[in-house]
T-cell receptor, first 114, second 111 residues
Framework: DGGITQSPKYLFRKEGQNVTLSCEQN?????MYWYRQDPGQGLRLIYY???????QKGDIAEGYSVSREKKESFPLTVTSAQKNPTAFYLC?????????????FGDGTRLSIL | KQEVTQIPAALSVPEGENLVLNCSFT??????LQWFRQDPGKGLTSLLL?????REQTSGRLNASLDKSSGRSTLYIAASQPGDSATYLC??????????FGSGTRLLVRP
């Protein structure tokens, strides 16, 4: 089955620690995205990538970093500079960044502070 | 700057009722509008995507309409079922590569 796999489902971060959230897709999609969702709110874009080895900041990139070394993988690192990391993180992909194509989402990673 | 608003924030209806969820956006220069469903603790499932040149899209009991001139989209759910209980999010695709999301409508369909 084609889809997007996010891991882990739950993640806990200690003070001053960097943590990495995994996102893998086997849909052969060029574009991938990371969103953050806070309770009762919509999603906000952190980073997106249109093609391998290229990525751009979204609206709330501060305190986060990404890489796109492979087409199927787009890991997100939450650094110690992100002072309020507790949220639900969602990864998405689309066949390309053409605006008529829908985005498909993974099941998310819930990050909490210890 | 594009802003997307969804009203109401929560809705509770008896099973079998037809219902309408509302989504409004401030900038009519959108390329498409997408409706998603989110179950608790889960990711988003795409329900319908309406391109800017279209007026509506239908899938089963769901019908989504788009009126760019008034900055509105509606999601119509016919003959609601308890399994329809979830949060419904709309998102507008503007001239950048970003989806701008509303905060969602939490729907409860009572048996």
């Amino acid at each position: 089955d084609g889809g997007i796999t996010q891991s882990p489902k739950y993640l806990f971060r200690k003070e001053g620690q960097n943590v990495t959230l995994s996102c893998e897709q086997n849909l052969n999609h060029d574009a991938m995205y990371w969103y953050r969702q806070d309770p009762g709110q919509g999603l906000r874009l952190i980073y997106y990538s249109q093609i391998v080895n290229d990525f751009q900041k979204g609206d709330i990139a501060e305190g986060y970093s990404v890489s796109r070394e492979k087409k199927e993988s787009f890991p997100l690192t939450v650094t110690s500079a992100q002072k309020n990391p507790t949220a639900f993180y969602l990864c998405a992909s689309s066949i390309d960044t053409e605006l008529i194509k829908p985005q498909h989402f993974g099941d998310g990673t819930r990050l909490s502070i210890l | 700057k594009q802003e997307v608003t969804q009203i109401p924030a929560a809705l509770s209806v008896p099973e079998g009722e037809n219902l309408v969820l509302n989504c409004s956006f401030t900038d009519s220069a959108i390329y498409n509008l997408q409706w998603f469903r989110q179950d608790p603790g889960k990711g988003l499932t795409s329900l319908l995507l309406i391109q800017s040149s279209q007026r509506e899209q239908t899938s089963g009991r769901l019908n989504a309409s788009l009126d760019k001139s008034s900055g509105r989209s509606t999601l119509y759910i016919a003959a609601s079922q308890p399994g329809d209980s979830a949060t419904y999010l709309c998102a507008a695709h503007d001239s950048s590569y970003k989806l701008i999301f509303g905060s969602g409508t939490r729907l409860l369909v009572r048996p």
